[in-house]
């Protein structure tokens, strides 16, 4: 289970997870459920009332907590009674705070008490998924990679970044000829986060639905240069970010008042879809990409995807689901896979010709905490479960 940086509902995979029995380096993935759970109106609206730059007391992330635990331990309820139990329940919770100082990160937060999960569903609880990369001096961020490798990383003849838009926007680079060629990954910057900051704190809506607003503003130029001259998308991937730095007062700050103020909002989110489509475009750009496959709730902005794909010409944008991936559920996918490795004893991150893993990290380690801790202890074990994944393999019911 997923939830990112945009609260836009808690995503949910059921997949069934096993080993080819000739090729035990190949995991299938067979998928029983893809889908959305709604988050409570009154849980995701304390959430973004208490994230930065609001100054939320422990009490309230106390609170939040708990009921962040009740809303995904409710979602998780919902989709094993339609189809069944579960061995494992494998969630990423909701990031409250990633602490970054100077291209270090310092900690990482994720809050959604594993216990009410474990109460509501009856099977263990996987969680606290990006500490041990932090602990081990690495970025805990994106995750992504490791399935975007696994699942694309063989076609020696396609260099594919594969992005993800979500709040932030992220990307993976895999695959290509020269066998020297190593993942390389990271945050660019903002997806929909400033967008959705900006329609929230003028109209109180959540987003600007189909770019409506956007589409009938003009891009500031001037605005988007002082923009795009933030220090963040100068750092060398692998790098990442959060609502820390992207939250609802980043434009005003760099602009100052007057200009800020100055913008119709029509033409302020037109200068952030065009910040966004930029940042995003150039950075994979450096990346020498022949392709990008797009996921995420920001592909779904027709305006930003106009804009991007402009951009990125003459390599092509193409969705995730066109290769058989389920785009929306990508993410929750991704953190099923990470509770099947870590149930095993093995890396949830890649590791790098230098033994380092693709997030920075001194080396790949096994993510995630047990809620309870001896919820594994009668899961059956197999010797194919301690070799290294190579490849994974999706089919669908």
């Keep these: ?15 069934d997870f096993s080993r080819e029995a000739t090729d035990p380096g190949t995991v299938r993935a067979h998928l029983l459920h893809v889908g959305e759970q709604p988050w409570p109106e009154a849980t995701r ?22 009921e962040v635990g009740d809303a995904f331990a409710r979602a998780a309820a919902r989709v094993l009674t339609a189809h069944g139990g579960a061995d494992l329940v494998s969630t990423h919770g909701q990031t409250v705070h990633h602490d970054v100082r100077d291209g270090r990160v310092l900690s990482t937060l994720q809050i959604g008490d594993p216990a009410r999960i474990a109460r509501a569903t009856g099977a263990p609880v996987l969680h606290d998924l990006r500490s041990a990369d932090v602990a081990a001096g690495g970025q805990g961020a994106p995750l992504a990679p490791l399935l975007d490798q696994l699942l694309l ?73 002082t923009l795009l001259a933030d220090p963040f998308y100068a750092r060398p991937l692998p790098r990442s970010t959060g609502r820390e730095h992207f939250d609802g007062e980043h434009v005003r700050r760099l602009l100052g008042d007057q200009a800020f103020d100055a913008l119709t909002l029509p033409d302020l989110l037109a200068t952030l879809t065009e910040l966004s489509a930029v940042t995003i475009a150039r950075a994979i750009q450096e990346l020498r990409a022949t392709r990008v496959i797009g996921s995420g709730g920001g592909l779904r902005n027709p305006l930003l995807r106009e804009r991007l794909a402009a951009h990125l010409h003459p390599v092509p944008l193409l969705d995730a689901d066109a290769l058989g991936i389920p785009a929306d559920g990508k993410e929750a996918l991704l953190i099923a896979l990470l509770g099947y490795l870590g149930a095993h004893g093995l890396p949830g991150t890649l590791a790098r010709a230098d033994g380092t893993a693709h997030t920075g990290a001194h080396a790949p380690v096994v993510l995630g905490s047990l809620t309870p801790p001896h919820g594994l202890r009668d899961l059956p074990a197999q010797p194919a479960d301690a070799v290294a994944v190579t490849r994974v393999e999706l089919a669908t019911p």
């Design 153 to 225: 990383g063989a076609d020696p003849h396609e260099r594919t970044a594969v992005l993800n838009i979500g709040g932030i926007s992220n990307v993976s680079l895999v695959g290509g000829e020269d066998p020297a060629d190593e993942v390389v990954a990271g945050d660019l910057g903002p997806g929909n986060a400033l967008l959705d900051a900006a329609v929230h704190e003028a109209t109180g809506d959540s987003a600007d639905h189909d770019a409506f607003r956007a589409r009938t503003g003009t891009v500031d130029r001037p605005a988007l240069a």
């Design 1 to 15: 289970m997923m939830s990112g940086t945009s609260l836009d509902a808690i995503d949910v995979v059921l997949a």
């Design 45 to 66: 609206d304390a959430l973004r009332a208490a994230l930065p730059p609001a100054q939320a007391d422990v009490a309230t992330w106390s609170r939040l907590h708990a």
